[in-house]
């Protein structure tokens, strides 16, 4: 992946960094499809929020914009990073309130690996947890050691991603994505109001669903759900929607609903009507 | 405070290094006195332990030592910082197996300013709650934004420290210190299990007051243990040990315990024997 620190020639990170010291910051990851950055505005408007979450200012955060624009360059598909923290400053975890937030854009012409999608994806259930903690549910901050020890659980090359359970055992994610799955006919994700991260492709599904009259809720999702689930898909901004074909020896089809929602994904141009 | 990035002399991070990316790493705030950082020993020995279970690779971590000497020069007093990541790598949360670690050192000949400690200190409730994650409990990650949140919640200079409950209510810690009490003539502190920092000075406590004959135990404490606390006191590597005074309205003697276990802090070097 290419870099840059916008203001900073060099393209490099001050160690006295908050991103660095703390996690201090927020990253959005962008598909670029037709030479363009895929759902920009809600990207932008994502880490805005963020930003208003954690009290850094967000005034510059649109120049971020035509960065990841110039890195793209010619380029027809690939994977652009947005990357905000609080800025550097002093010693200790109290921002002073005159720091400049770090601006750091990424880009890459590699997307990642689409495997056949007719045939869906294994699954497995981590170990690893999401620590619950409201003041920062739903955010896509630097804070991700969890994710990391999650992703560090399994080396099968068909295993596509592990799903992730609160401390209390209700399913939230995946390690890089959210989690959907048909259950009594209803379309259903893990609410996230404790924890997790509320992507952007979870909003268009969500979103999607609804116009497409599909019955679907945020709810409180207890593990156990994914034994009497019909259908279990995945989704993010670079993968789409992703159809679960096994998680540990449950074998899932990809049914009526994961199809529906599919289509209407492929109207707005994200992945393909036929699954 | 100065920074050096051990083996690149620019004294840059790399936009990719996955300390800022994911907060993927480690680090300890050391105190120096009489020109020497103080308990090294120990705080090396967690770090190794850290990266031992974080699975970073942590061959290079004793040549901190070195660097951190190099740095404090001919200063007597001040604060280092040792800051290890799991270093750079490829998009994703998938750790490279070759990745090589990044050692960050930092000094400045500041230490935190010293209140009066007969005085002692005014602390308060946070709203910000510390996420409980066993798999990270105990290790003082780079993933600090929980910490960030309740220091943001006070701005009173005469408020020292907030002390942080985990989501179920339990008292776990302070922003950047450790939390003892006193209550019915037994010392106690927040067992660490399920989320918080294991500080060094926590360490040094708990062993001085075992041998000094104190009790001693590592237990839940849920917040109303505040108000029939006889004494409170809070520790980390830099303050040493400074009794709580005033909790919101709550008032606090400085008893026989912090006394006692002052006395024996003062004998290995750190604060003073008599509050």
């Given at each position: 992946?290419?870099?840059?620190?916008?203001?900073?020639?060099?393209?490099?990170?001050?160690?006295?960094?908050?991103?660095?010291?703390?996690?201090?910051?927020?990253?959005?990851?962008?598909?670029?499809?037709?030479?363009?950055?895929?759902?920009?505005?809600?990207?932008?408007?994502?880490?805005?929020?963020?930003?208003?979450?954690?009290?850094?200012?967000?005034?510059?955060?649109?120049?971020?914009?035509?960065?990841?624009?110039?890195?793209?360059?010619?380029?027809?598909?690939?994977t652009a990073k947005?990357?905000?923290?609080?800025?550097?400053?002093?010693?200790?975890?109290?921002?002073?309130?005159?720091?400049?937030?770090?601006?750091?854009?990424?880009?890459?012409?590699?997307?990642?690996?689409?495997?056949?999608?007719?045939?869906?994806?294994?699954?497995?259930?981590?170990?690893?947890?999401?620590?619950?903690?409201?003041?920062?549910?739903?955010?896509?901050?630097?804070?991700?050691?969890?994710?990391?020890?999650?992703?560090?659980?399994?080396?099968?090359?068909?295993?596509?991603?592990?799903?992730?359970?609160?401390?209390?055992?209700?399913?939230?994610?995946?390690?890089?994505?959210?989690?959907?799955?048909?259950?009594?006919?209803?379309?259903?994700?893990?609410?996230?109001?404790?924890?997790?991260?509320?992507?952007?492709?979870?909003?268009?599904?969500?979103?999607?669903?609804?116009?497409?009259?599909?019955?679907?809720?945020?709810?409180?999702?207890?593990?156990?759900?994914?034994?009497?689930?019909?259908?279990?898909?995945?989704?993010?901004?670079?993968?789409?929607l992703r159809p679960?074909?096994?998680?540990?020896?449950?074998?899932?089809?990809?049914?009526?609903?994961?199809?529906?929602?599919?289509?209407?994904?492929?109207?707005?141009?994200?992945?393909?009507?036929?699954?």
């Amino acid at each position: 992946m290419r870099w840059e620190v916008l203001g900073n020639a060099a393209g490099t990170i001050d160690p006295a960094d908050r991103g660095l010291q703390f996690g201090d910051g927020l990253f959005e990851t962008i598909a670029v499809r037709e030479g363009r950055p895929r759902f920009m505005d809600r990207h932008l408007e994502r880490l805005g929020q963020g930003c208003a979450r954690l009290g850094i200012r967000a005034e510059g955060i649109r120049s971020a914009e035509a960065a990841v624009s110039g890195m793209i360059g010619a380029e027809r598909t690939g994977t652009a990073k947005i990357i905000v923290t609080r800025g550097t400053g002093p010693r200790g975890y109290r921002p002073a309130g005159s720091a400049t937030p770090t601006l750091v854009v990424g880009f890459t012409p590699e997307s990642p690996p689409d495997p056949p999608a007719a045939r869906g994806m294994a699954l497995m259930l981590c170990r690893t947890r999401v620590g619950r903690n409201a003041a920062l549910a739903g955010l896509k901050t630097l804070n991700r050691l969890e994710q990391v020890m999650a992703r560090m659980e399994w080396n099968e090359p068909d295993v596509f991603e592990g799903l992730m359970r609160d401390e209390q055992g209700l399913l939230i994610c995946g390690t890089m994505s959210n989690l959907f799955l048909v259950r009594q006919g209803r379309l259903m994700t893990p609410a996230l109001a404790r924890c997790g991260v509320r992507g952007i492709m979870r909003g268009v599904v969500l979103e999607e669903a609804r116009r497409g009259g599909i019955d679907v809720q945020e709810a409180d999702c207890p593990v156990e759900f994914l034994d009497d689930a019909g259908e279990v898909f995945l989704t993010n901004a670079l993968i789409g929607l992703r159809p679960a074909v096994r998680i540990g020896e449950r074998r899932y089809p990809i049914g009526p609903v994961t199809r529906a929602v599919a289509a209407r994904l492929a109207a707005l141009g994200v992945g393909e009507a036929r699954l």
